[in-house]
């Protein structure tokens, strides 16, 4: 029994366990199981969602699981009981619990003081890990690798941001490029721990708040929408702040080669162009469709960890499996 509450949670080979499996998961080449069958996953939503919903409630189903579904007003949460006597009452009765709760990381690990139950972090304030674990995913899919890619991220420095900061500077040789607008960059302890990470790593990770000099030869260009689900901003004229970090088609002249990601829902017009978000470039819409395999591999992280054991380099197992040959 294990959680995901937030990336720091995964060892560094957990960590490229989980991407690989996704990955295979993805490309075909997972061999049919049912790790899940006789346990009960249940998801929790206070938030609004769309593809990690259904990701996780697909995905327990494709593993053989049965699933209970709440929505916002379903639990005594709303009455006043406490998320650890809640989670001890749900851990006499569930296998899983994914939780969307867009409150605290204390607030989830509430959920997970009880030792019968593993509970996933489905978006919390903080960090959005399974979001990171998808885009680790679709980075493997696509390129085969993880270590040497150099990924430019332009926007809100919101719980995506920093699940991906935290992820990504474990893995050697990761340029990982975040620019954004003055007063939304990431917290100065996801700072902290991803600069910590990626000195130890071999990876380099640069803020700030502005799109200028901006380097060249970017593998990926990456956004998400400026307005996180279930936040606000401070600033009445915010809109007016975020516009120089629009991703345009301006931003291949120097990328030719960069693929797009987004991590939806997307508001054309206003954090990307419909142009590169609808182009040949633009990857976003398999990304959404990998939350599922990168889900499954999560579900089976917390319920079966030896499936997703991974020894190897990614960029080994990559070109073995062939998974970039299989897209």
């Known amino acids: 029994m294990r959680h995901l509450i937030s990336i720091d949670d995964l060892t ?5 366990g989980i991407a690989s ?14 790790p899940l069958a ?3 996953v249940g998801v929790y939503f206070a938030k609004t969602s769309t593809r990690t919903r259904t990701a996780f409630s697909s995905g327990s189903l494709r593993l053989g699981g049965s699933l209970i579904a709440y929505g916002p007003g379903d639990l005594q949460l709303n009455t ?3 998320t650890e006597d809640t989670g001890r009452v749900l851990s006499g009765m569930l296998d899983v619990l994914v939780a969307r709760t867009a409150g605290p990381e204390a607030e989830l690990r509430g959920w997970a003081a009880q030792d019968r139950m593993s509970v996933v972090n489905a978006m919390g304030a903080e960090e959005h890990p399974t979001q990171a674990l998808t885009d680790l995913t679709t980075l493997v899919r696509h390129f085969g690798r993880i270590d040497g890619l150099r990924i430019l991220y332009a926007g809100e420095g919101n719980n995506t941001a920093a699940a991906l900061a935290l992820a990504l500077t474990r893995f050697p040789g990761v340029e990982f490029e975040v620019r954004t607008p003055p007063g939304y960059g990431l917290t100065a302890s996801v700072l902290e721990r991803a600069h910590a990470r990626a000195a130890r790593s071999g990876a380099r990770l640069v803020e700030r708040h502005d799109m200028d000099d901006l380097p060249e030869g970017f593998d990926v260009v990456y956004t998400t929408r400026w307005q ?9 004229d915010w809109r007016d702040i975020f516009a120089p970090f629009q991703v345009t088609a301006e931003l291949w002249r120097t990328s030719p080669g960069a693929v797009f990601m987004h991590d939806l829902p997307a508001h054309r017009g206003e954090e990307v162009t419909a142009d590169v978000l609808d182009g040949p470039r633009s990857i976003a819409f398999a990304q959404a469709t990998n939350k599922m395999h990168s889900a499954m591999a999560v579900l089976e992280y917390v319920r079966a960890p030896a499936a997703v054991a991974d020894p190897e380099p990614l ?11 299989a897209r």
Not at 12 to 16: G, I, V, W, Y
Not at 315 to 325: F, N, Y
């Open 228 to 236: 996180t689900t279930g936040t606000s901003k401070p600033d009445a």
């Open 38 to 40: 006789g346990q009960v």
């Open 315 to 325: 960029s080994v197992r990559g070109v073995r499996d062939g998974l970039v040959a």
């Open 12 to 16: 560094d080979a957990e960590l490229r």
């Open 21 to 34: 499996r996704g990955a295979e998961f993805s490309a075909g080449l997972a061999a049919p199981s049912a």
């Open 80 to 82: 006043g009981e406490t």
